[in-house]
């Protein structure tokens, strides 16, 4: 049996894979059940039925009260409630697991260390993460064989391939897919989406005052919509590319992965998981400097037989290596204490 402590959800990296890493249990014959850490969303608590999966809404002191938890794996991904309910987790037995979505250790989670030590294990998403977070963790007693690194699952059936028709000497649309962070958005944003030598228009799906505050006001050029107000499935099909240059390198960037189900080519950072999960000119483009980001967009513009090649690249490599890869599932069992 297995507990998650959160909930999945339509927005933000660890919202998603927790769904998709929840379907991969039930295919892999796991009992699952939930316990949401705000509220069981109406329509999130209908697909997880239909998985067969059962959820339990209690308080932190109600724990004890929770059938065939103790002893268990309670798991959650970046999830700070957790923190709270795992010294009681420890008491119940249960084996603990935490999955971190970011390349740093949180003030919350060092204060939980520093009382409690370690989880039982860490999931890593891409090397790049236990690289920056192994050395961080160690401070506080956690030993390299407690970690490992498993790929977020992921299902492409979720996102249709729909590449859009781009016609030579019209507008190219770019944009990408974040949490209305700063964090994620280079302060050069609009300045390196308007060097490509190619008409553009740009969407950006996840701004806010303070991204605003961070790459200055869009130009009138870009469409700027709030996080939530479209979907992935709904947004992608709109752009003829994403072209991703953030402030920070990324962990294990789910909107490539997306990016790459729906038919969308790839102008990144080379940095970061983007490194693990692009292979430069085949299914995506690495940049490192603004002059790399305008070559390979105007690339894009100029040719698209080689920007439909790289849609197809992509999809197939990502239905191939990335989705669910070899030993994922044992990986799991690993870190379940099953194998």
Not at 233 to 261: C, D, I, Q, S
Request: overall charge positive; charged content about 25%.
């Amino acid at each position: 049996m297995i507990f998650v402590f959160g909930y999945p959800g339509n927005v933000g990296g660890a919202c998603t894979e927790l769904w998709h890493t929840v379907k991969l249990w039930r295919r892999m014959g796991r009992a699952v059940t939930l316990i949401p850490t705000w509220r069981a969303e109406p329509a999130w608590r209908r697909r997880l039925d239909a998985l067969g999966c059962r959820t339990v809404e209690c308080r932190p002191e109600q724990l004890d009260t929770v059938p065939r938890l103790a002893g268990s794996v309670a798991a959650a991904w970046c999830n700070e409630h957790f923190l709270a309910a795992a010294p009681r987790l420890r008491e119940l037995g249960c084996r603990t697991v935490w999955v971190s979505c970011m390349n740093w250790v949180f003030p919350a989670e060092r204060l939980h260390y520093r009382r409690y030590g370690p989880f039982d294990r860490y999931v890593f998403q891409s090397g790049y993460q236990r690289d920056q977070l192994g050395p961080q963790l160690e401070r506080f007693g956690y030993r390299a064989e407690q970690g490992r690194v498993i790929r977020g699952a992921f299902d492409p059936s979720e996102l249709p391939f729909r590449p859009r028709p781009h016609t030579e000497g019209k507008p190219l649309v770019i944009g990408r897919i974040s949490r209305a962070a700063p964090e994620k958005f280079s302060r050069r944003t609009w300045a390196i989406y308007g060097r490509t030598p190619h008409p553009i228009r740009a969407r950006v799906l996840g701004f806010g005052p303070a991204v605003a505050a961070h790459t200055g006001v869009p130009p009138p050029w870009a469409e700027c919509l709030p996080v939530g107000s479209q979907s992935a499935a709904e947004f992608l099909p709109t752009l003829h590319a994403m072209v991703f240059a953030g402030a920070t390198a990324e962990n294990w960037p789910r909107v490539g992965l997306e990016a790459m189900a729906a038919g969308v080519p790839l102008v990144v950072d080379r940095r970061g998981g983007w490194c693990e999960m692009v292979r430069h000119e085949q299914t995506g483009f690495l940049c490192v400097t603004e002059d790399d980001f305008a070559h390979h967009t105007a690339r894009l513009a100029r040719d698209e037989p080689l920007r439909l090649h790289v849609a197809h690249q992509a999809r197939r490599e990502l239905e191939e290596r990335l989705a669910e890869p070899a030993g994922l599932s044992d990986a799991w069992k690993h870190v379940l204490g099953e194998g």
